[in-house]
């Protein structure tokens, strides 16, 4: 009789992480302790993980953490791993979106999104003309047929930042790190946003940490949302239960419906608590 599969490991998992910025130092500054949490690894599909909390209270530096960032990483103390293992640096299966438009200004659209598919060319062993075809099938994806050979300059904000959607999104990361990619765009803007990020997240099937200050935005995006203490930060509460199922939907109808409205509620309640240092 063959053997049952063992669990496979958590996707990402942080073990009593600590971060101290310049340790040592009077200046010193403990971002993150004592931070736990486990993302199992889900046949087919991932979760969403949408971070809130006060500014400067550890979120980017728990993603920075994640991908292995060289100014961040390591932690001061415990362990961050992706799949069991320990994070050493930055990797293919990490892919990271932020909030300033991160395309290269000199590169078009086309060349931008095959960037990381030349950078990486010897691994995938990929011609030319193939990286070109599926750099052009993830471009119409994000809604951008036809600005190939535009440059980023001649782009609005939104569609810039559709570039870096479709620049980590064709290289198929097992994990995305999203750090407020949405909050330098309007409100019709966003909207257009998570309605490309819901709709695309079936395709992908990653593992998404989302770091946002807008509590609509996490609930509406999130299986799962962390709130983040005041530094040094670790997980307050973690929210899954009150959160309506949002995949796939109209964020705007959503948005306006009363479930969603408690749920925000909720969350915000929390919010105020942990962030007056009353959890
Ligand atoms: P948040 O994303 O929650 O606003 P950050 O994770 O960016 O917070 O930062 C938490 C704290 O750590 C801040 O006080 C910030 O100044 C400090 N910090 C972040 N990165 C560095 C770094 N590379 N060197 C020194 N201090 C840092």
Request: glycine share 10%.
């Amino acid at each position: 009789m063959s053997e049952p599969n063992p669990m496979p490991p958590p996707v990402v998992e942080a073990v009593d992480v600590e971060k101290t910025f310049a340790a040592g130092t009077k200046k010193a500054y403990t971002a993150l302790k004592g931070l736990n949490f486990r993302i199992e690894d889900l046949p087919g599909q991932g979760e969403f993980i949408s971070i809130v909390g006060p500014s400067g209270c550890g979120k980017s530096t728990i993603l920075n953490l994640i991908q292995g960032f060289p100014d961040v990483h390591p932690p001061t103390r415990g362990e961050m791993r992706v799949r069991g293992e320990e994070v050493t640096g930055p990797g293919r299966d990490r892919g990271m979106i932020f909030q300033r438009y991160s395309s290269f200004p000199h590169r078009t659209v086309l060349r931008n999104v095959t960037f990381g598919l030349e950078l990486h060319r010897e691994e995938h062993g990929l011609s030319r003309e193939q990286m070109d075809r599926l750099a052009r099938e993830w471009i119409a994806k994000v809604g951008l047929g036809g600005h190939e050979g535009k440059y980023p300059h001649q782009l609005s904000g939104g569609q810039q930042q559709r570039v870096a959607i479709a620049r980590t999104l064709v290289l198929k990361p097992r994990i995305i790190l999203m750090d407020e990619p949405f909050s330098a765009l309007d409100e019709p803007t966003r909207y257009e946003m998570q309605k490309l990020i819901t709709h695309l997240w079936h395709e992908v099937e990653a593992t998404v940490f989302l770091v946002t200050h807008s509590l609509g935005e996490a609930v509406f995006l999130g299986d799962r949302v962390w709130i983040i203490t005041n530094a040094p930060g670790r997980i307050g509460q973690e929210f899954s239960d009150v959160l309506p199922p949002t995949r796939d939907a109209d964020p705007l109808l959503v948005q306006e419906s009363q479930d969603f409205k408690d749920a925000v509620g909720e969350v915000a309640h929390a919010f105020f608590e942990i962030q007056a240092g009353r959890v």
